[in-house]
């Protein structure tokens, strides 16, 4: 049996992940038996990140390492489209996972309503004698990646009006469909939706959360997405 490698569940979700969530929704939907092992520290993983998949053979890290490994086995999860969205499927995956997600990695780590939630969530099984510093020097390097990939160097309405251009085009898609390309889910979705989802559940009233709680269409969507493919 697989055995998807992941962060515990955490504000409702399968995983404080979404690309570990994204992961367990193409495993659902390739229809692949497989389980959970749930991990707080990747140190030891390939890529010292999750998710990673356990397979006969090895360990497959990253979430779209795990997708080409499950099509080699059969899963088409573009079935039906044309070139051309598939196109828009990869266009839509790559400003989800390599903008929007920067946001809500700023929106958990780097603002201090969440993080005092997240540090005791996250670290509880850190000594209590050594958790301060030790959470105080994670907390400082996760920001500092932001930093360089150069989300959290925007003023907040800079980057609330970079963020609002992609969520309309989100919603520009939902208008025409229930989900992004069509009447089913595809890879696209299985990206996005999750990453939409943890904007939604971060643990305290941001922005960001009232965002997505106050438009009936990405609520609505990120609702679908969990009832079509539900994972535990």
Wanted: glycine content about 4%.
């Amino acid at each position: 049996m697989l055995t998807l490698l992941t962060f515990p569940s955490a504000f409702g979700l399968f995983s404080a992940s979404p690309f570990c969530v994204k992961s367990a929704l193409m495993l659902q939907q390739a229809g692949q038996r497989w389980q959970r092992s749930d991990l707080l520290n990747p140190g030891k993983m390939p890529h010292q990140k999750l998710p990673v998949l356990r397979t006969p053979e090895r360990l497959v890290p990253d979430s779209d390492l795990i997708r080409d490994w499950l099509e080699a086995q059969g899963a088409d999860f573009d079935k039906g489209l044309s070139d051309v969205q598939k196109a828009q499927s990869r266009a839509l995956i790559r400003m989800a996972e390599e903008h929007i997600y920067h946001h809500v990695v700023l929106d958990r780590w780097g603002n201090d309503d969440v993080w005092p939630i997240l540090r005791e969530m996250f670290f509880a099984e850190v000594p209590a004698l050594i958790r301060g510093p030790v959470t105080r020097a994670v907390r400082k390097s996760v920001v500092k990646r932001l930093d360089g990939q150069g989300v959290s160097r925007f003023s907040e309405t800079e980057r609330r009006d970079r963020l609002e251009c992609d969520l309309e085009a989100i919603s520009a898609y939902l208008w025409q469909s229930p989900f992004l390309l069509g009447d089913r889910p595809t890879a696209a979705d299985m990206s996005v939706g999750p990453i939409l989802a943890a904007m939604r559940a971060t643990p305290a009233e941001t922005r960001l959360t009232r965002r997505i709680k106050q438009d009936n269409l990405l609520n609505s969507y990120v609702d679908r997405m969990e009832q079509a493919i539900p994972v535990a």
